[in-house]
């Protein structure tokens, strides 16, 4: 019997799981999520490479500050 009802509520969910979908799908602009998506990735982008540049002049201050000396030249 316990079976039976686990299967049941592992079908509702899957039910309920398909419905919300249709419902996403069927009341969202795929034009308006792919600008989204794109902002989004373009806001990320960002944000990381600020981070990258802070990140960068913190490790130079404190490898001026931890050896007194300045940080060995990039090599390209």
Do not use: F, H, Q
Not at 57 to 63: E, V
């Amino acid at each position: 019997m316990n079976e039976r009802r686990d299967a049941v509520a592992d079908n509702l969910r899957s039910l309920a799981e398909d419905l919300k979908n249709l419902v996403d799908s069927a009341t969202t602009d795929p034009k308006e999520r792919r600008r989204k998506e794109r902002r989004w990735r373009a806001l990320n982008g960002a944000i990381g490479a600020v981070t990258a540049l802070a990140a960068r002049k913190a490790a130079i201050r404190a490898w001026a500050i931890l050896t007194g000396e300045r940080p060995p030249a990039r090599r390209y």
